[in-house]
């Protein structure tokens, strides 16, 4: 019951989801698409190449930041007979990805080397997509608090393609390094082929297959990036249509505006990280099986 009554009291900071600044904006003033606006607060460029400090930067050092700490914090502590509450979630967290991810995909011969992988991209892109809908002072506009400091907002690095499509890659580079290291080059190509396929058809299989392997980009970095914006930028109209339109109208949207955030919050962050690991463990798996 309890429970209940802290989510209620977080979905009513789904207020806090437009910046303060846009409660005396004008209509034509309110944009949701400037919270995914990325400004540089260092600037870093080496010629072509832009290795600037922006938000998406901030929120990815911060998950990893909240990831070691905690980890080093629980193993500082001394692992007990009686777990703490921290270790029990620790625990809680290495029996899940063990079993409910890791040995779904990955066979006895690639568990050993790549469970911390895939335990690694399910924490990372889970306190990622968690932080996401916290609201921080990240916004691109400040006026409403002293200091300089910028207003509320939030956003999700998760719902930058740049940050799924670099997840995706080191997955794609990772099944085709575990089907090479246990085929041969040769080998693993021959495995995209089923064994007993007619000749004629064997080029078909083949195209299609690459095809497919090469999709496997699009599906897995698209679905963890759509996902995200599209609940962020649910949740951001929503409250900003309450603010815009005001009276009774506006008023409607604050449940829907709270719906979104709950709904997101609680099952869409922790399973879109669920489903990037379990596939990534899957196809690595499946690379290092012989052909059957």
Same mark, same amino acid.
Request: proline fraction near 5%; charge should be neutral.
């Given at each position: 019951m309890r429970t209940w009554w802290v989510r209620i009291a977080l979905?009513?900071?789904? #207020?806090? !989801?437009?910046? +303060? $600044? %846009?409660?005396g904006a004008e209509e034509e003033d309110f944009d949701p698409s400037l919270e995914f606006k990325l400004d540089p607060y260092v600037p870093i460029e080496l010629g072509p190449i832009d290795l600037s400090i922006n938000k998406a930067v901030v929120y990815l050092l911060l998950s990893a930041f909240i990831i070691c700490a905690g980890a080093i914090f629980v193993v500082r502590g001394g692992l007990k007979m009686r777990p703490t509450r921290a270790q029990n979630l620790v625990e809680i967290i290495y029996e899940f990805s063990?079993?409910?991810?890791?040995?779904?995909?990955?066979?006895?011969?690639?568990?050993?080397?790549?469970?911390?992988?895939?335990?690694?991209?399910?924490?990372?892109?889970?306190?990622?997509?968690?932080?996401?809908?916290?609201?921080?002072?990240?916004?691109?506009?400040?006026?409403?608090?002293?200091?300089?400091?910028?207003? #509320?907002? !939030?956003?999700? +690095? $998760? %719902?930058?393609?740049?940050?799924?499509?670099?997840?995706?890659?080191?997955t794609f580079v990772a099944t085709h390094y575990v089907g090479i290291k246990y085929h041969g080059v040769g080998g693993y190509l021959k495995t995209w082929v089923p064994q007993g396929a007619p000749g004629p058809i064997r080029p078909v299989i083949f195209v299609i297959e690459v095809i497919g392997q090469l999709l496997?980009?699009?599906?897995?970095?698209?679905?963890?990036?759509?996902?995200l914006l599209a609940g962020h930028l649910l949740i951001i109209i929503c409250a900003g249509f309450t603010i815009l339109v005001g009276g009774f109208v506006g008023v409607v949207a604050i449940p829907i505006?709270?719906?979104?955030?709950?709904?997101?919050?609680?099952?869409?962050?922790?399973l879109q990280a669920f489903v990037f690991a379990l596939l990534s463990g899957i196809y690595i798996g499946y690379a290092a099986d012989p052909p059957h």
């Open positions: 979905a009513v900071s789904a #207020l806090a !989801l437009v910046p +303060a $600044t %846009a409660l063990e079993e409910q991810i890791a040995k779904q995909g990955l066979s006895a011969r690639t568990m050993k080397t790549w469970f911390p992988f895939v335990t690694a991209l399910f924490l990372f892109i889970a306190v990622n997509n968690i932080i996401s809908f916290i609201p921080l002072p990240i916004s691109h506009e400040v006026g409403a608090f002293p200091a300089g400091i910028p207003d #509320l907002g !939030l956003y999700a +690095a $998760t %719902a930058n393609i740049n940050v799924t499509i670099t997840l995706t890659i080191l496997r980009l699009v599906s897995l970095s698209v679905r963890l990036f759509a996902n505006a709270a719906f979104f955030w709950i709904f997101e919050w609680t099952l869409v962050a922790g």
